[in-house]
């Protein structure tokens, strides 16, 4: 339980000292394909440095097997390098505790979106146009969105007359911003 801690602390502290640069720098930038790029280095690098840290560098790791080792006159016997296993300490079980009940409820609220959304498309009316799908919902208090080659409009908006909101979303498409944005479709 501690090898997980250690691995998830360190994956914290790197997405931290990654992404507040990122906010600061790029965040507002317009080049979304750069960003999107930096955002996912940056994802990467928290998941596989903690990892690396932990892999064998040594052959002796690796191999398994017991060492030799003479220092000046002295012989130390095999080592065999055995494990102690020890007790974490109760606050480090408590913030892992939370930390898990963190990941699982958001991915529960990432899941509910994700239903939510499939939801709206599939009981919506579909219009194929050129190169997207049209979405008309009954419910009139949805706001235009996009997401993949979706466009989806409320009943009381007509796609055809506001030409602005489907240039908007069309743009949207164009970018492939649902990559960017689905968190903000629930």
Known sequence: MGEL??????????????????????????????NRVVILGIYLTAVVVPLLRRMPFRAEEVVGGSVET????????????GMIESAAPVWMRVVLWIYIVGVVVTMLRFLWSY??????????????????????????????????????????????ESGAVMVHELRHL?????????????
């Open 70 to 81: 003479a220092v000046g006159n002295i012989s130390i016997g095999p080592l065999t390098g």
């Open 5 to 34: 801690f250690s691995i998830t602390l360190v994956s914290g502290i790197i997405l931290l000292c990654l992404y507040l640069p990122y906010k600061l720098l790029l965040a507002r930038e317009r080049q979304h394909r750069f």
């Open 174 to 186: 164009a970018a492939c911003h649902s990559m960017d944005t689905f968190h903000r479709a629930a």
């Open 115 to 160: 239903i939510r959304l499939v939801h709206i498309i599939r009981t919506g009316r579909k219009e194929q146009r050129n190169g997207y799908t049209l979405v008309i919902v009954d419910n009139a208090g949805i706001s235009p969105f996009s997401w993949r080659r979706y466009i989806v409009v409320g009943k009381g908006d007509d796609a055809d």
